[in-house]
Each structure stands twice: as C-alpha cells, then as structure tokens.
C-alpha cells in the first residue's frame, strides 16, 4: 500500500511548483504538455531512467530532475502575470 501512495504522488507536486518560473501551476501544466507533445510526435525521448510509462508523466518527472528547464521569453512571462491577475479577480 505505501508503494501505491509513492507512486501517486511521484514525483511531488510542491517540489514541481518551486522549479517553475512564477512557482506556477499553469507554467508547469503547459511544460509538461509541450515536452510530452514533442515526446509523442519525435520520439525525442532522454536517455534516463524512468520510473513512469506516460509521456506527460515522464515530461514531469525530467522537470523533477532538472532534467528539463523551463524558461519564458518576455511574451509569456506577460501572459501568464496576466492570466493569473485574471485568475484572483
């Protein structure tokens, strides 16, 4: 039963959180979706050691390794300070 409750909160969404930029779930969302989209489409996959099978999922875990940096041109630094204003509205 523990393995489970590992696996589920593998790897640590607060851990996720502090290596994004803003320390926002938005950023961190779109991150991952991207990598896992590039993942699928070029089978541009990293040689590590996953634990996960699922491209998103493995896009998470190569943030949680500092495998994967995430960094935001001017434009989305913008948009997202502008989308989380709106979200606190």
């Known amino acids: 039963m523990d393995n489970l409750i590992q ?4 790897p ?3 851990t996720l959180i502090n290596k994004v930029p803003q320390n926002s779930r938005f950023v961190l969302i779109n991150a991952a979706a ?5 993942m699928m489409e070029k ?21 949680y390794h500092d495998k ?9 630094k913008q948009d997202i300070l502008k ?3 709106e979200e606190y509205l």
Do not use: G, T, V
């Open 34 to 38: 991207k990598r896992a989209k590039d």
């Open 7 to 10: 696996d589920i909160l593998y």
């Open 43 to 63: 089978r541009n996959i990293l040689h590590f050691n996953y634990k996960l099978d699922k491209f998103y999922d493995r896009a998470l875990e190569e943030i």
């Open 83 to 85: 989308i989380l204003s």
């Open 68 to 76: 994967l940096k995430i960094k935001l041109n001017i434009s989305e």
């Open 12 to 14: 640590p969404l607060d």
